[in-house]
């Protein structure tokens, strides 16, 4: 199961990309599973050496007991040191964001796809939205 953060791929130029772990919460990851997971206006900063994902939605599961998660809380992601020194390099001198691509499982462990964005002006979003248009006009098209 795949939750994609299709909002990114729209509003950011994606640079590169990184897999990360998510350090969770019993219940958390029972809810990852159902697949009650919004990525929707979430982003990731390195803080005091270690990457947090912010505002990521993750529902309460319905069958957890007063140990249930908040669901917008911060979640440290796990990443090598090299890693997040060459990501906040990117960071500080390109001005890029951190931004969840999407969240999905890789054997049992639930990994996030990191990717380091530049922000897109309106109309490099047009130019989107152009090309969205032609691809499908060309595909439905009846000769």
Do not use: W
């Amino acid at each position: 199961m795949e939750i994609v953060n299709r909002k990114a791929k729209f509003n950011y130029f994606v640079v590169s990309s990184y897999e990360a772990g998510i350090e969770l919460k019993g219940t958390e990851i029972k809810s990852i599973r159902k697949g009650s997971v919004s990525l929707d206006d979430a982003y990731a900063r390195i803080s005091k050496g270690e990457v947090i994902l912010t505002n990521m939605y993750v529902a309460r599961y319905e069958q957890g007991n007063r140990f249930n998660h908040d669901e917008r809380r911060e979640r440290k992601l796990l990443l090598h040191k090299r890693e997040i020194v060459k990501i906040s390099k990117l960071i500080t001198v390109n001005h890029y964001t951190l931004i969840p691509l999407k969240v999905y499982f890789k054997g049992n462990k639930a990994k996030v796809l990191l990717g380091v964005c530049k922000g897109k002006k309106l109309y490099d979003k047009r130019e989107t939205i152009k090309k969205r248009d032609l691809e499908r006009d060309s595909r439905y098209k009846i000769k």
